[in-house]
């Protein structure tokens, strides 16, 4: 540690905890990085960010049971007045994964795969409120920006509202007067353009991006 820096304070979230385990016994050996709690789901990290007021959170996105990394991020970032930041830390690099963390507020999107020296510069990045990615994040950042986002058709949202309000295909065609076939029809449209492949992350989305109620 530097004499003239204080270390960047750690909290981190991940549902495994033989990773949890090796982030630790690796943050232990960086200069400046002093972790100072651990948690297994998104509530305990809202529990302990609450208490113990770290610098940055290290967050998985997927938590197992109870609310996700996203959600967590989502909340903590809005806490008025907060100087904390989150770095996301996983092995999810969907363009949904990387919209949806960055939309709720995540500082930066780092991969596991990437080097440790590069895991410390994204700490003390993220700590400083800069931005921090991984070369294949900021790609793929990058291309969607350049890339107009797509609009959905009138039918496409009528869909999706329905998708939002958790019922099936069957009962959206007969709602819609539409057959089942045509249902999947506009979902796999509908997953394209937003860049998912599950029911859930479209609902997601389009609750982020506000295209249902």
Do not use: W
């Not at 033989?18 to 982030?23: I, K």
């Amino acid at each position: 540690m530097t004499p003239d820096r204080a270390p960047v304070r750690i909290l981190v979230c991940d549902d495994h905890a033989v990773v949890r385990a090796g982030l630790l016994a690796l943050l232990d050996s960086a200069p400046d990085i002093e972790v100072v709690g651990e948690a297994g789901t998104g509530e305990e990290a809202l529990a302990l960010a609450a208490k113990l007021t770290p610098d940055v959170v290290l967050m998985d996105l997927q938590l197992g049971e109870g609310i996700d990394g996203v959600e967590t991020t989502r909340r903590l970032t809005s806490v008025p007045g907060t100087s904390l930041h989150i770095l996301v830390l996983t092995t999810y690099d969907t363009d949904a994964d990387i919209t949806r963390a960055i939309e709720a507020g995540a500082t930066g999107y780092l991969l596991k795969a990437e080097r440790p020296d590069e895991l410390f510069a994204a700490i003390h990045a993220a700590a400083e409120g800069r931005t921090a990615l991984s070369p294949p994040v900021a790609s793929r950042v990058m291309a969607n920006l350049r890339r107009p986002r797509p609009t959905l058709t009138d039918r496409e949202r009528d869909i999706l509202a329905q998708l939002a309000r958790g019922i099936g295909n069957r009962d959206i065609a007969r709602a819609l007067h539409i057959s089942e076939a045509t249902v999947k029809t506009h979902l796999r449209r509908i997953y394209d353009k937003l860049g998912v492949d599950t029911r859930a992350g479209a609902v997601a989305i389009a609750k982020e991006r506000r295209l249902v109620p």
